[in-house]
């Protein structure tokens, strides 16, 4: 069983910064891509960013040049540093790691940015 537990969700005005932390516990080993996606109210939930075990990222347009994912594979954990935010960030923010074939998520942070 894998556990994923983030924080670092808040309220910040616009062209602030936050910065998301979640940590993976459990029954892990050598987890693959670890990420963030976000879902707004009646909006899909969509990819923000994702990083390979190798380091490999990949972001939303949307998100580029402003955010920022890093991890840290001794921790089995992921980070992502949100700078410039605007209103249209306001979603909650869910971590993800993949363990073989299947998707873990966390329980979800949410991020509000007001303008």
């Known amino acids: 069983q894998v556990q994923l537990v983030e924080s670092g969700g808040g309220l910040v005005q616009a062209g602030g910064s936050l910065r998301l932390s979640c940590a993976a516990s459990?029954?892990?080993?050598?987890?693959?891509?670890m990420g963030w996606h976000r879902q707004a109210p009646g909006k899909q939930r969509e990819l923000v960013a994702r990083?390979?075990?190798?380091?490999?990222?990949n972001y939303a347009e949307s998100v580029k040049d402003r955010f920022t994912i890093s991890r840290d594979n001794a921790k089995n954990a992921v980070y992502l540093q949100m700078n410039s935010l605007k209103p249209e960030d306001t979603a909650v923010y869910y971590c993800?790691?993949?363990?073989?074939?299947?998707?873990?998520w966390g329980q979800g942070t949410q991020v509000t940015v007001s303008s």
């Open positions: 459990g029954s892990i080993f050598s987890p693959g891509d």
């Open positions: 990083m390979s075990r190798g380091g490999k990222t």
């Open positions: 993800l790691s993949v363990v073989g074939a299947r998707d873990y």
